[in-house]
């Protein structure tokens, strides 16, 4: 599950980069502030890779997708990104998991 979960935050660390270059353009937002909010979530998709099969890294993942598509007020495209990107953080749970007991049964029978 892992490995599924932190291929999914890096292609999202890189999405909200180019989410901020285009939120840039909008007159009525300060760089400073485009640049804050999209540090944080991407300085959060790199820590979440470290994080996410400890207690609470998958809800911490959730609450990223969530930002993700609300995002999409300042970047309309976001509401999209945003919508793919939990489905494929849903896929990446859910099969990381299938994955991960499949690994366990094969130990299992090996050992």
């Known amino acids: 599950m892992r490995t599924l979960c932190s291929s999914t935050l890096i292609g999202e660390f890189f999405v909200i980069g180019f989410a901020g270059l ?10 400073a502030t485009v640049w804050t909010v999209s ?13 996410v099969t ?21 970047v309309g495209t976001m509401y999209f990104l945003g919508a793919v990107f939990a ?8 099969f990381g998991r299938k994955i991960d007991e499949a690994k366990a049964r094969h130990a299992a029978q090996t050992a």
């Open 22 to 31: 285009v939120a840039m353009k909008d007159p009525d937002l300060t760089m």
């Open 39 to 51: 540090g944080i979530a991407m300085a959060l998709c790199v820590l979440l890779c470290a994080v």
């Open 54 to 74: 400890r207690p609470g890294g998958l809800a911490v993942g959730w609450a990223l997708q969530i930002g993700l598509i609300v995002s999409g007020v300042e």
């Open 87 to 94: 489905a494929l953080w849903w896929a990446s749970i859910h």
